[in-house]
């Protein structure tokens, strides 16, 4: 009995060669609308599935292949005798190998088109075909990837396609049209948690391994929005890591907290572009920031992308070592001169002068890259054994700007303190920062309680502003601001001690009244303002 192959795709890479060799190979070419006008013009017979159905394709393609006479000859089971013999008695015919890639909602979804246009690229027939052929995968090729054709190709010529490889081909289709139903309901789906988590990855890179070398890891990318690393540009260097894109994350996102300017330029008194902790609207500044082990060791503004890289290189410049740089402009030559002075593992900006990358290159491994768009996520995932955890990105950097001490914060401090609520976001919890001119110079975190980071993050910016600085004078800083509450009185007593004027923190514990009472004590203001930002 002739073989027969079911061919219609979308994406025609590769679809040439193969249905050449099945037709050389004495297959019957079954096909529908574009795909058999495509195969045709190339010389290819085929035979049109609507005489295989009896029925014309109707309602604008939606109904081409939902049919009996398709799927009867795909799901048949050539070693069920019954099977066999219904075939034969509705005159019907086995299909052996189905062919198949689906409409692009993939990309689509991505337009902004119109929820009725956008529906017009959800593919039915197609799945439906996938799916069936990949359930009776013992006696139906099922291929989906042109990568898989030159192998089915060469099983064919050896006499058949071994069925270890055929149940590979149909674990591929599972794994598409899982990808694809849930890009749908992602899309569809009004409802932030439902019963069921739809996501929609493909494998970016398979990474050289994880977090320590004897763990293999793999990036995965959404197929339906288009992210950060999705338009990310590598201009330079060995590919990224597992820790890199980790690091780059968070780097990318500390920065782009801040504003982003995708040209270079940062006109006086722009807004914050990015809309990430929308409820206060400082005017944009260039933004630094260096990561080490996932949380920062300098972040800092500055009238200039070099004055904020030199506070934030003063911050802790032994820590920096080995660690990612992110700016949220345009790195000119001076910055390259001195990013160049290091060791760094990446450099990442919306955009390099050509003498910055010049300067840059000359380091082998430094990896550059060019990242296009801030970030967009709304909510994060964490695997834990036998699930995730599913939050909201953390969004809103206040509720309220509540003065809570008899002494108010002096005008020249507020900058620091939104300054410095907004930066401790990024760092891990206990976190703890300290603040000057809008930029960290000290910097605790990680801890099991506050008062270590907290005379860490003193101490380190004591000594910071004791060494030779970029800051106009070795006066101490006077802000504080901090992640999450404080339990005790004791951070207000070593805050005192060092000379902080301001605070800021969320508020809510049982003994704020003894930190408010503290804070009046030594004329400290201090401000609540009413939302935690733990990052564990």
Not at 149 to 178: H, M, R
Request: hydrophobic fraction near 40%; charge should be negative; glycine fraction near 8%.
């Amino acid at each position: 009995m002739k073989k027969r192959a079911l061919v219609s795709v979308f994406y025609k890479d590769g679809i040439l060669e193969l249905a050449s060799f099945l037709s050389g190979s004495g297959w019957e070419i079954l096909s529908t609308g574009g795909t058999s006008k495509y195969l045709q013009e190339n010389k290819i017979p085929v035979t049109d599935v609507s005489s295989v159905t009896g029925f014309p394709e109707c309602l604008d393609g939606r109904v081409k292949t939902l049919h009996p006479a398709i799927h009867a000859g795909i799901l048949a089971r050539r070693d069920v005798q019954t099977h066999v013999d219904t075939l034969k008695n509705l005159n019907l015919s086995t299909i052996d190998l189905v062919c198949c890639n689906l409409y692009p909602f993939f990309e689509k979804v991505q337009e902004g088109l119109s929820l009725e246009a956008t529906i017009e690229f959800i593919d039915i027939g197609g799945p439906s075909m996938l799916r069936s052929a990949a359930k009776n995968f013992r006696d139906v090729i099922v291929l989906t990837d042109p990568a898989d054709y030159p192998q089915v190709v060469e099983g064919l010529k050896a006499g058949d396609v071994p069925v270890e490889f055929k149940k590979q081909l149909a674990g591929k289709v599972f794994d598409l049209t899982s990808a694809y139903d849930a890009a749908i309901a992602r899309y569809i789906l009004d409802d932030e948690y439902p019963r069921y988590l739809p996501l929609s990855l493909e494998k970016g890179q398979h990474l050289r391994y994880g977090e320590n070398g004897h763990q293999s890891a793999a990036l995965y990318l959404h197929t339906d929005s288009h992210g950060v690393l999705k338009g990310m540009e590598q201009l330079h260097g060995k590919e990224l890591g597992y820790n890199n894109i980790k690091d780059l994350d968070l780097a990318w996102k500390a920065v782009c907290a801040f504003g982003l300017s995708a040209d270079g330029t940062l006109p006086a008194g722009s807004k914050d572009v990015n809309q990430l902790f929308s409820e206060v609207n400082d005017a944009v500044k260039p933004c630094c920031a260096a990561i080490k082990h996932n949380t920062p060791c300098g972040i800092a503004l500055g009238n200039t992308l070099i004055e904020a890289y030199d506070k934030t290189f003063a911050c802790d410049p032994v820590s920096i070592y080995g660690g990612i740089i992110a700016c949220n402009t345009v790195v000119d030559a001076g910055v390259a001169a001195k990013l160049g002075e290091l060791f760094l593992e990446i450099v990442a900006a919306p955009g390099f002068d050509e003498d910055a990358l010049e300067i840059l290159k000359k380091k082998k491994n430094l990896r550059i890259l060019k990242l296009k768009k801030s970030p967009q996520e709304t909510h994060e995932y964490v695997a834990v054994d036998g699930g995730l955890l599913v939050q909201q990105s953390d969004r809103r950097l206040l509720e309220k700007w509540d003065v809570v001490t008899k002494t108010a914060p002096e005008t020249c401090d507020i900058p620091d303190m939104i300054f410095g609520m907004r930066a401790v976001t990024f760092a891990k919890s206990n976190a703890i920062m300290i603040v000057k001119e809008q930029a960290a110079t000290g910097i605790g975190c990680g801890q099991v309680n506050r008062i270590w980071p907290t005379l860490q993050s003193l101490e380190r910016s004591a000594d910071v502003l004791k060494a030779e600085n970029p800051w106009k004078n070795s006066e101490p800083a006077r802000v504080l601001a901090s992640d999450a509450f404080f339990p005790k009185t004791d951070i207000v007593e070593a805050a005192a001690a060092a000379g902080i004027k301001a605070i800021i923190q969320p508020g809510g514990s049982i003994n704020d009244k003894l930190s408010i009472e503290a804070c009046d004590k030594y004329g400290i203001a201090m401000v609540f303002t009413g939302t935690r930002h733990f990052k564990h």
